[in-house]
């Protein structure tokens, strides 16, 4: 697909992110956009931003849905049908996602089952409800987004990182699948895996917020958190907080690859037809070292050597 211009583009977790700057780099290019999310003040500020910025004629649309249910995912399949009046998709981005879960062994199940529903169960739920209307589509592309978790699964010997890692991998797993499901049964729609290395995103703001809701943040789970990695370990309650809130904002901010710079390279890969899509330099060096020595993956040094071929890695 070498022109969005005339297309309808499906986007889940559109409310800020890769998912906005997805959104707003389609309408700029004349796309028409339909995006969910769970947090309806993020997903009004993308539509104000694109309606702004699309060229005249453009419709743009946001839904509230929870894409790890599965009822919500098809109710939020026929409201994009019915708003704009069509009977096809031409590109769906399965980009929703959140962090958490992060230990299998003695972690909160609910929390492993939140994340893990999500960043999977929402790709596997709104495939099963848009495939069909890419399917009538004379020409379209899947885009999942999966992560150099997808391949690598953990943050470092120190850090437990297994439902998120667990359901990225599956949707790396079900998207290289698909290359050849639809090159079978349905040879005009193409398919992408997205693999972010760290992205600026509001990720780890949102997750909080997607998780405790108005619940006051689990302060004596967070320290255990830090002090497995032997952190804050005389920290106050408000000092906890404050490193809390200053974590989600720093990995927005301080990261190599913006969330706009991220869609712009993941809207290339799809006009290039490309189905593994990688997102930052960090993603492509940490993807050349577990292919070098795939068993060494996990072996304490590794982190070191990534860090000595990531200039911007630090500590």
Request: glycine letters at 8%; a negative charge; proline letters at 3%.
């Amino acid at each position: 697909m070498k022109d969005f211009g005339g297309k309808l583009a499906v986007i889940t977790g559109g409310g800020t992110g890769m998912g906005r700057a997805l959104a707003r780099q389609l309408v700029a290019e004349g796309c028409d956009v339909a995006t969910c999310d769970v947090l309806m003040d993020n997903l009004a500020e993308t539509k104000r931003l694109c309606e702004q910025e699309a060229s005249q004629g453009r419709v743009v649309t946001v839904h509230q849905c929870d894409v790890a249910n599965e009822d919500e995912v098809f109710a939020f399949r026929d409201a994009v049908v019915e708003a704009h009046q069509t009977d096809h998709v031409d590109l769906l981005f399965n980009n929703a996602g959140i962090g958490g879960g992060a230990s299998f062994v003695d972690g909160d199940r609910d929390e492993w089952e939140r994340t893990f529903n999500i960043c999977w169960g929402g790709v596997y739920y709104c495939s099963r409800a848009f495939v069909p209307l890419l399917v009538a589509s004379p020409e379209a592309h899947l885009v999942n987004t999966s992560s150099v978790n997808g391949f690598w699964a953990t943050l470092g010997p120190r850090s437990a990182h297994s439902a998120y890692s667990a359901a990225k991998f599956a949707v790396k797993g079900f998207t290289e699948a698909l290359v050849t499901d639809f090159a079978n049964n349905a040879p005009h729609v193409k398919v992408s895996v997205v693999m972010p290395g760290h992205i600026g995103t509001s990720i780890a703001i949102n997750s909080r917020r997607i998780m405790q809701g108005d619940a006051p943040e689990d302060l004596a789970a967070a320290r255990e958190r830090f002090k497995s990695l032997g952190m804050m370990e005389d920290a106050t309650d408000d000092q906890l907080r404050q490193m809390i809130a200053q974590i989600g904002v720093r990995f927005r901010d301080d990261a190599p690859t913006t969330a706009e710079a991220a869609a712009a390279i993941i809207l290339d890969g799809v006009r290039e037809e490309r189905w593994r899509i990688l997102v930052g330099d960090d993603a492509h060096r940490l993807d050349e070292l577990v292919r070098e020595a795939p068993e060494d993956a996990y072996n304490g040094d590794f982190l070191q050597r990534l860090r000595d071929r990531v200039s911007w890695m630090l500590g």
